[in-house]
């Protein structure tokens, strides 16, 4: 009787060990993430003044950080180097070459957005005559030439107007700055609002 | 005396007195079983007059009477756990203790006071436990928030809603949570991850402070959290409880219900849970995105025959936890602003939503369990365990609603465990697991993966046995692990990396407990522990809130020149596992009303993971701070001591301090984020019947937190920004701002029972403080939420017991 039971026992220990097992079968694979279309990264980002009388005389600065969020350094790579008495266009390129094979335009995107995106400036005071001052970073509502407004009415700066005047000057230092602002936009809205998706500061020449 | 089944929590051991009466035979005894550490009663627990036939089991209320003794004094044996069947007289696992009487004139009723049994593993060291009378009472609550009124844990946190528990100094995955005997299986790593347990349904919480690794999993280097969920007692008659809370701070409200029933061979519970709240309010101003929306549900069949158990659970935890709006910086700039403004500097009015940045959790914990006592005194246990863990994070960027983290993690746990017969005096458990996790990165989050995918293979094997002489007990455990891991990851360029890597270690303890007297009792415990560093700390690349952080297999230092082009294969590497060994003391005394506790502890851990800004590096949003994971050896030296004393039989107190010292003492350097000293005192009134209310009790705890006066240095992001101050890979550590300024809080609360109802308030922050806490990474950018009142009620529905 005792040895029946033990075996009955055993034999119900047995069934519900394997209903065990077959529920923990393991899919085991080795597959690695998906790769992914990194969005979030700019690694490339030129200023490209054209000169509005003569669109030929292009002035490209550009900035560099090959790896992103890698610890590699950021590489200012040029100078702004402007004729004095000119009045200049400014827009970007800003790309995403993380991978080389596959680079990515930014720029489309941050206009599709541009309701949640307005670029600032700063720079050396008095270095353009128009605008005047020191530009908006510190100070929202000094003078930029937007040339471009969001669906809003409220100012962009994918394109910007700059005039350089008669007297040149050389080691000059300007700032442009993109703010991410969604949701928070406003006419009155600052360079300190939102979060930044690039801020880079370039040696600014007139000659 | 009828047959009676029961299953019962555990408990024990106590010290007794009988009652004395005049005549020979006439003697009766009668009291409360009361647990020791929750003071709750104790139910169901089975009262045995030594020498005499005479027996019988405490009530729903703890409440027994023996009468009909024919001596003065008698030796009362109380057991508990397991079964006590008056037929077939098998208690399975009950663990019986012997007290002398002590010979008592002049009372009506004695209250025994009965400690909980220990797992077998962690008897010599010291623990604390939480009921359910305490977790009812704070059903808005986290897992860490509720623990940490204890002596020696704190909580670490992100906000209002993630939270962390804090043993010693130590957390993440170097805390143990076991959830209904599994460890629970979630993405364990960084600040901002929680463990997802829906506390509303716990039985009771049990905090081990010592290495409890040998039992539980060699992580468990400053301890483990034992979730315990209702015990399915059986022949119980049908109950249900339906509870529901409202607090001010956050509007939040929460509903929940449970009911289950016992015969004498089945019993079940099922339960559910919903709480939500909105933006909390610090007493200035509102929290914005600090809500949370959480659900939950579990249950649990058990099947009883003669020598066997079979135990089925389900549990499933859904969570939606906002995240402090104000504290995502993108960029230093941002940082900078938001650590110097006083206010956040994002605040909105009150709201329900949530926004980004939040997470999302989906846990799934399945559990099989067959008890076997297949002879007098032994146990053969056969677990089976399946989780799925879904997590998602979004966080403010371009494409927010898309979330950035998108991970699914399947946990698979077999354990066998053999409790085996006495021999030659010794107790002892053996038992062999399986640990297999296996993660997961969904497509589609438009970012390169933070944490890799990985599979993690753990087959270990341990044996604990303790032996009693006298008034001694030695305990001592060994354990072995082999562990593999397979990782699978992306570059930032998309390009794959791979690694495996094998780990076999074995990991001790040994502990001594003697009853010094009646009263007090000593417990030595030594520990070790090893921990492999988890995914975060060795392959975590880039940007995770507001810090860039390379993990240990991802930079390389060349000469003090930092690389992260390439990702080092850890065999290669000169990564090690961290080794713990933690010696832990308490000394525990009873007397005359008063009770003390005094635990002290040194843990000494080699090769200690942690994370250390190293400097700023360019990039085209402006100079980031960067962070690299490092290894040092580190030493923690602390003190806790508790004082309880019961002044009149309604009134009584406690005072609790906790002190702890750590350094680097590898690098003779600061630790960041180590708890802070802290001291509380606590006034109880068990006021009695008063008015229409069976029972009305009172509660009054002032607490002060001090500034940590080990902290380690400031440097502002300011100062790193324009370059004023200069790190490298050699530089002491510091932190952004100081540490917080010490803070006073007082609590109030009042809790009653009429009839069927119970009920509270509890008055949070009383003052409405403005204070931040040292341990919340959110103190940065805001203060802790202010004064917040908690009502709560709960209706018990129980039918009588059909055969009594």
């Known amino acids: ?207 | 005396m009828k047959e009676r089944l029961l299953l019962s929590i555990c408990l024990f051991f106590g010290s007794l007195f009988a009652m004395a009466q005049k005549e020979p035979c006439a003697y009766s005894v009668s009291g409360k079983v009361l647990d020791a550490d929750t003071e709750e009663t104790v139910p169901y627990a089975v009262i045995r007059v030594e020498g005499t036939e005479k027996y019988t089991s405490t009530d729903r209320e703890g409440n027994f009477k023996i009468d009909g003794l024919c001596s003065k004094k008698n030796t009362l044996i109380i057991s508990c756990i397991g079964y006590a069947d008056s037929t077939r007289d098998h208690e399975h696992d009950s663990e019986i203790h012997f007290y002398l009487a002590q010979e008592v004139t002049g009372l009506d009723e004695v209250t025994i006071q009965a400690q909980r049994t220990k797992e077998k593993g962690t008897e010599t060291i010291s623990q604390v436990t939480i009921g359910k009378v305490e977790i009812d009472g704070n059903p808005t609550q986290s897992l860490a928030a509720i623990l940490s009124r204890q002596q020696g844990v704190t909580y670490a946190s992100a906000g209002t809603n993630v939270q962390l528990p804090v043993i010693h100094g130590l957390y993440g995955n170097r805390i143990l949570v076991l959830n209904n005997g599994l460890k629970h299986g979630f993405q364990n790593w960084g600040t901002d991850h929680a463990p997802e347990i829906d506390i509303a349904s716990a039985n009771s919480i049990t905090v081990v402070k010592g290495a409890a690794g040998v039992r539980y999993g060699p992580e468990a280097l400053g301890g483990a959290i034992i979730v315990e969920p209702n015990s399915l007692l059986l022949n119980n008659p049908f109950y249900a409880e339906l509870g529901t809370g409202y607090q001010t701070n956050g509007k939040g409200y929460n509903a929940n219900v449970a009911l289950g029933k016992g015969t004498e061979r089945w019993s079940f519970f099922a339960n559910g849970n919903y709480t939500r709240i909105g933006d909390r309010n610090t007493p200035d101003y509102s929290l914005t995105n600090s809500g949370k929306e959480e659900k939950a549900i579990g249950l649990g069949v058990l099947h009883h025959l003669d020598q066997w158990d079979f135990k089925v659970n389900y549990s499933f935890v859904d969570q939606n936890l906002a995240l402090l709006r104000a504290s995502i910086a993108t960029s230093p700039d941002s940082f900078t602003r938001a650590i110097n403004a006083n206010e956040p500097i994002i605040i909105n009015p009150f709201s329900y939503d949530i926004g980004q940045p939040s997470q999302t959790t989906q846990h799934h914990l399945a559990k099989a369990e067959i008890n076997w006592w297949y002879t007098e005194g032994a146990r053969l246990t056969l677990i089976g365990g399946l989780q799925l863990n879904k997590r998602n994070e979004f966080d403010v960027r371009r494409n927010a609603e898309l979330p950035i983290i998108d991970l699914d993690l399947l946990t698979y746990d077999y354990q066998l465990e053999w409790k085996h017969p006495t021999w030659h005096g010794l107790n002892g458990l053996l038992g062999l697991q399986y640990f297999g996790q296996d993660n997961d990165n969904n497509p589609g989050t438009q970012t390169t993966p933070y944490i890799p995918n990985y599979n993690t293979d753990r087959f270990s094997a341990f044996a604990v046995e303790s032996l009693v002489f006298g008034k001694n007990t030695v305990e001592a455990g060994l354990r072995f692990d082999f562990e593999t891991n397979d990782v699978r990851g992306r570059e930032i360029n998309q390009a794959i990396f791979r690694d495996n890597y094998t780990f076999t270690n074995f990991t001790g303890t040994l502990g001594y407990v003697r009853r010094l007297s009646e009263n007090s009792t000593f417990r030595t415990n030594i520990g070790t522990a090893w921990r492999t560093p988890n995914m975060e700390e060795l392959f975590s690349f880039g940007q995770h809130s507001f810090k860039t952080t390379f993990g240990l297999l991802r930079f390389k230092d060349t000469n003090g020149v930092l690389s992260t082009d390439e990702v080092t294969p850890l065999d290669e590497s000169r990564v090690n596992p961290e080794r713990g060994y933690k010696f832990i003391n308490e000394f525990q005394t009873h007397k005359n009303g008063n009770s003390h506790n005094i635990t002290v502890y040194s843990h000494f851990i080699e090769n200690y993971v942690f994370d250390r800004p190293i400097g700023v590096f360019g990039t085209v949003r402006g100079p980031m701070p960067a962070f690299i994971f490092d290894q040092a050896d580190v030493l923690f030296l602390g003190a806790e001591y508790s004082w309880k004393k019961e002044w009149t039989p309604t009134v009584s107190s406690s005072f609790g301090a906790s002190y702890l010292w750590s350094r680097n003492v590898g690098d003779n350097d600061s630790l960041i984020n180590q708890p802070p000293i802290s001291t509380n005192v606590e006034l109880k009134w068990n006021q009695g019947k008063v008015w229409l209310f069976d029972s009305s009790k009172w509660a009054i705890r002032p607490s002060y937190t001090f500034s940590q006066f080990q902290a380690a240095r400031t440097i502002t992001p300011a100062s790193l920004v324009d370059g004023s101050i200069e790190l490298t890979t050699e530089s002491e550590i510091f932190d952004f701002a100081d540490a917080t300024d010490g803070y006073f809080l007082l609590d109030l609360s009042w809790s009653f029972r009429w009839n069927n109802l119970n009920g509270g308030i509890r008055l949070q922050n009383l003052l409405n403080t403005a204070y931040r806490d040292y341990l919340n990474e959110m103190r940065y950018f805001a203060d802790e939420p202010g004064r917040n009142l908690l009502f709560t009620l709960k209706y018990t529905l129980k039918t009588s017991p059909q055969n009594e």
Not at chain 1, 81 to 108: H, K, Q, R, S
Not at chain 1, 129 to 136: K, V
Not at chain 1, 138 to 155: L, M, V
Request: charged share 20%; hydrophobic share 35%.
């Open chain 1, 1 to 207: 009787m005792k040895t029946m039971n033990l075996f009955k026992n055993l034999r119900l220990l047995a069934i519900l060990c394997s209903a065990i097992t077959i529920v923990g079968c393991n899919n085991d694979d080795d597959a690695a993430p998906e790769e992914e279309n990194e969005v979030e990264v700019f690694t490339d980002v030129t200023l490209i003044f054209t000169n509005t009388a003569d669109t030929s005389d292009v002035v490209r600065a550009s900035a560099q950080d090959p790896d992103g969020t890698g610890i590699q350094e950021l590489q200012i790579l040029d100078a702004i180097t402007l004729a004095a008495d000119t009045e200049y266009t400014l827009t970007y390129e800003i790309l995403n070459a993380l991978d080389p094979t596959d680079v990515e335009d930014i720029g489309a995107e941050i206009l599709g957005e541009d309701n949640e995106h307005q670029f600032f400036f700063s720079f050396t005071e008095g270095a353009f005559t128009s605008p005047t001052g020191n530009g908006n970073i510190d100070t929202a509502s000094e003078p930029i030439n937007y040339n471009d407004q969001d669906e809003n009415g409220n100012p962009v700066g994918l394109s910007t107007t700059w005039t350089t005047p008669a007297a040149t000057s050389a080691g000059g230092m300007f700032t442009a700055r993109l703010q991410h602002q969604p949701d928070i936009k406003t006419a009155t809205t600052g360079s300190n609002d939102g979060d930044t998706d690039f801020a880079l500061t370039f040696v600014l020449n007139v000659q």
